[in-house]
């Protein structure tokens, strides 16, 4: 029995301060997660606060966007050489077209001083336009001489047309 005791004594005593420093260690091991997680949460935090200032920003912007319309002179063209350039059936934005199926593309061109506003690519509504209302995408450019207006991509035979105080309207991408 005393070799037990003695046995158990020494064991406490070697024991003891490994039991000790794993209390410590594991106290050190949660003071480190604890701030491992309140760097994470602040990041977290910081993340947020970034994509609450974006959000408010691109609402401010889609708002600005819902803003540009303008009354505009509407008229059609035929992509032919005598109409367009040497190269009909490429828009002034590099996409080709059938010519013969101009229609089906709902394609405008605008006026130079309109693409201060539009840029190609940009979806926008027309209003105004007789039978021609709709939803088109900016794909072309007029010739320099004219000012404040949009032309309609249309087939070769449709016949010619103009539209005055013609409504047009950027929309949202989204």
């Given at each position: 029995m005393f070799i037990k005791m003695k046995w158990q004594a020494y064991a406490i005593s070697i024991l003891a301060p490994i039991v000790l420093m794993a209390i410590l260690y594991q106290g050190l091991i949660n003071t480190k997660i604890q701030s491992e997680k309140l760097k994470i949460e602040q990041e977290y935090q910081l993340q947020f606060d970034k994509l609450k200032h974006n959000i408010k920003k691109l609402e401010q912007e889609n708002k600005q966007l819902q803003e540009i319309q303008?009354?505009?002179?509407?008229?059609?063209?035929?992509?032919?050489?005598?109409?367009?350039?040497?190269?009909p059936n490429i828009t002034?934005?590099?996409?080709?077209?059938?010519?013969?199926?101009?229609?089906?593309?709902?394609?405008?061109?605008?006026?130079?001083?309109?693409?201060?506003?539009f840029s190609y690519g940009d979806y926008v509504l027309i209003q105004g336009a007789n039978g021609r209302d709709g939803i088109y995408q900016v794909r072309d450019t007029m010739n320099?001489?004219?000012?404040?207006?949009?032309?309609?991509l249309c087939s070769i035979g449709t016949k010619p047309f103009k539209y005055n105080k013609v409504k047009i309207q950027k929309l949202d991408r989204s």
């Amino acid at each position: 029995m005393f070799i037990k005791m003695k046995w158990q004594a020494y064991a406490i005593s070697i024991l003891a301060p490994i039991v000790l420093m794993a209390i410590l260690y594991q106290g050190l091991i949660n003071t480190k997660i604890q701030s491992e997680k309140l760097k994470i949460e602040q990041e977290y935090q910081l993340q947020f606060d970034k994509l609450k200032h974006n959000i408010k920003k691109l609402e401010q912007e889609n708002k600005q966007l819902q803003e540009i319309q303008f009354l505009v002179t509407a008229t059609m063209y035929h992509p032919t050489k005598r109409q367009c350039d040497s190269t009909p059936n490429i828009t002034a934005d590099g996409t080709h077209i059938n010519v013969w199926k101009a229609s089906d593309y709902k394609f405008i061109a605008v006026s130079r001083d309109l693409l201060n506003y539009f840029s190609y690519g940009d979806y926008v509504l027309i209003q105004g336009a007789n039978g021609r209302d709709g939803i088109y995408q900016v794909r072309d450019t007029m010739n320099s001489r004219w000012k404040n207006r949009i032309d309609f991509l249309c087939s070769i035979g449709t016949k010619p047309f103009k539209y005055n105080k013609v409504k047009i309207q950027k929309l949202d991408r989204s």
